[in-house]
């Protein structure tokens, strides 16, 4: 099967000779990891069956949070976590979405605008919950920042998980919100663009933004998970240690050009799958340009299910009757212990019977965009 880091390995010499002069840090790094992930370029372990004799290379992966290869353990993880916070209520899903005629502006100041959007939706929200025409208390929720499209275009939106209801100012009280909308819709879209621009203009007190986003409603999506919360959870979760294209949806690599499939929304609301292809150079671009500042935290948590809030959270529990046990820390013992068994009872792929027995560490090899290894 195509892979992204078959691709890399293919274009990104080419791609670094023309545009590396001006390519940021994190997106040189990145396309050195993903090409060379699970290859002798980062060591590993040989290992032989007791059985067969013969010899495994298990080299080690790169850990790049932009690598499709390596992400997909770290979000059964995550969404394992989340599953504890989960409160016996309803819950909403609300998505903050920016306009795109600041995409341009948001693309070339990621590090500012991006924590910006997340600020100015965080800020809206809060501000309408705690009002008590609406909520009237401390609302909590987590967000998760996306900034890609089916197509990979830059597209910047902030998916947001919220419990429908909030903790009074004492602490001794769960306040339920309304069954058919958590806050007015309008209001908040006006609240968030003015909280955004004021930010945004502060941060960025030389450049000149477009007039026309004050005159267009931002788009703000609210409504309630029908299907409960793990539905939205999952929907998210697929995105938290996800990249902007995974690999199974690489189809092909022919004259240069990368072909690759997406989904699009039709006219009767349903999602059809289709295909698009790309030349390598701007297939490589449209993935680059999704890759965050180093350091940048893309899920964030707010009011009481922010970390340094956990009393709260222990306490909303008590008031709902929910158990208050930590169940994170021992799921975290359960991983730890399938992992070792795992490991102590891997079984050779080629005759099915015999165990691995480890042999001696691969050094790490300094050989960039090389062929891939023995598997």
């Keep these: 099967?195509?892979?992204?880091?078959?691709?890399?390995?293919?274009?990104?010499?080419?791609?670094?000779?023309?545009?590396?002069?001006?390519?940021?840090p994190s997106h040189i790094r990145t396309l050195y990891?993903?090409?060379?992930?699970?290859?002798?370029?980062?060591?590993?372990?040989?290992?032989?069956?007791?059985?067969?004799?013969?010899?495994?290379?298990?080299y080690?992966?790169?850990?790049n949070r932009n690598c499709p290869k390596c992400q997909n353990n770290n979000s059964k993880k995550w969404l394992e976590k989340r599953k504890s916070e989960i409160l016996p209520v309803n819950y909403y899903h609300v998505v903050f979405t920016l306009p795109k005629e600041l995409r341009n502006v948001i693309r070339s100041n990621q590090k500012e605008l991006l924590s910006i959007l997340m600020k100015a939706a965080?800020?809206?929200?809060?501000?309408?919950?705690k009002d008590p025409h609406y909520v009237g208390g401390k609302i909590g929720f987590l967000g998760v920042l996306h900034t890609w499209s089916q197509t990979m275009i830059y597209h910047s939106h902030f998916h947001c998980l919220v419990p429908a209801g909030a903790i009074?100012?004492?602490?001794?009280?769960?306040?339920?919100?309304?069954?058919k909308y958590l806050v007015p819709i309008n209001l908040l879209s006006t609240?968030?663009?003015?909280?955004?621009?004021?930010l945004a203009r502060k941060a960025l007190p030389e450049h000149k933004f477009p007039q026309s986003v004050w005159y267009k409603n931002w788009n703000v999506y609210s409504k309630p998970s029908v299907k409960g919360p793990l539905k939205v959870l999952n929907y998210l979760a697929r995105y938290v240690q996800r990249v902007a294209i995974t690999n199974n949806r690489i189809l092909s690599d022919k004259n240069g050009k990368i072909t690759f499939s997406y989904k699009k929304r039709d006219k009767n609301n349903t999602f059809k799958w289709k295909q698009m292809s790309l030349p390598a150079m701007e297939f490589i671009r449209r993935?680059?340009?999704?890759?965050?500042?180093?350091?940048?935290?893309?899920?964030?948590y707010y009011g009481f299910l922010n970390p340094k809030n956990k009393s709260d959270l222990m306490r909303i529990k008590m008031v709902l009757g929910q158990k208050t046990k930590n169940q994170t820390e021992l799921l975290e013992a359960d991983n730890d212990s399938t992992n070792l068994k795992n490991i102590q009872e891997r079984l050779c792929n080629k005759c099915k019977k015999g165990h691995l027995i480890f042999l001696q560490n691969i050094e790490r090899k300094l050989k960039c965009f090389s062929e891939r290894s023995p598997p």
Excluded at 48 to 58: A, F, K, M, R
Aim: charged share 25%; glycine share 8%.
């Design 168 to 179: 009074s100012s004492d602490g001794k009280e769960w306040i339920y919100a309304r069954k």
């Design 191 to 198: 609240i968030f663009r003015a909280r955004f621009m004021k």
């Design 33 to 58: 990891d993903v090409a060379n992930c699970q290859t002798e370029y980062f060591g590993g372990h040989l290992y032989e069956c007791d059985y067969c004799g013969l010899n495994h290379y298990l």
């Design 1 to 24: 099967m195509l892979e992204l880091a078959d691709i890399f390995r293919k274009y990104g010499k080419k791609y670094l000779s023309l545009y590396g002069q001006d390519m940021l």
């Design 287 to 300: 993935f680059l340009q999704h890759v965050l500042p180093t350091g940048f935290h893309k899920v964030r």
């Design 122 to 129: 965080a800020y809206s929200l809060q501000k309408l919950a």
């Design 60 to 63: 080690h992966s790169c850990c």
